[in-house]
């Protein structure tokens, strides 16, 4: 792939060790592009899709970073660390799992579903007064950010060989699956933490047709696995114009909607298949938010 390919958006494995920036800087040797960006980072201990914005289609991240999130870890009970997660110090151990029946185990990881208020980790990327908490962390500085607003779509128990509690969760953007951990832990009076956690997608997106991470050194793989703008944005509902329309967004000039356009929300605009712009529905036409090329 060159700088001249067409862009798109490459699913891509990654591996338990790297950093969510190593896979980027990957990327971009291998395929020879500069403007690459993710959509949503993975803690290095964690494994699972990104999502690879390549060439101008890293203008349509932010339609993918807002997308519900699905992942599938383990918590251990009975020990936490302080950055709730295998890389971390050691802080408690508590036996107590042991007295607890999966029922009881069970119901509380469930309680965590809907929309509640959640502290972020202190080992995390939120950042107060323009500092990284895991920076303020590593100085010795206790620092609380403010609980965020978050939402738990489901959580299902998958398995119990205890202490260990494996379990999927699809959750809003923004969710620590660490603080889910620890909030259960501390409900059960035994503590947690994460031992493993892999994202198996992003909305419709899914790890299963994502480039593993051995694949960005082989074309023909990577031309498999990228997906075009206008697909990886099928979330978003679609609306196709003729050359006229095509022309008067292009100038940034809106155009009248279609009937049985969205009323509201951002719009998916195609020409030929291909995304040209994404638009919203303003007064019965269809005001250009972002162009794209489509020469």
Known sequence: MTAEAPAGVLPVDKPEGPTS????????RALGVRRIGHTGTLDPFASGLLLL????????????????KTYVAVARLGVT??????????????????????????????EQVGTFLQRPPEYSAKKVGGVPLYRLARRGEAVQAPPAEVTVYELDVLGLDLPDVRFRVRCSAGTYVRAIARDVGEALGTGAHLVSLRRTAIGPHEVDDALPLSGLEDPAARARALISPAEALRHLPAVAVDQAALRALGSGRPVPAPPGSPASGPVR???????????????????????????
């Open 21 to 28: 920036h190593d896979v980027v800087a990957l990327a971009r």
């Open 53 to 68: 914005c390549i060439g101008w289609a890293t203008r349509i991240a932010e339609y993918l970073t807002g997308l519900p």
């Open 81 to 110: 660390t302080d950055t709730g997660d295998p890389t971390g110090t050691v802080t408690g151990e508590n036996e107590r799992w042991r007295e607890l029946d999966a029922d009881t185990i069970v119901r509380v990881f469930r």
């Open 269 to 295: 605009i195609l020409h030929a298949g291909r995304l040209i712009a994404i638009a919203e529905p303003t007064g019965g036409r269809l005001a250009p938010r972002k162009v794209f090329p489509h020469d």
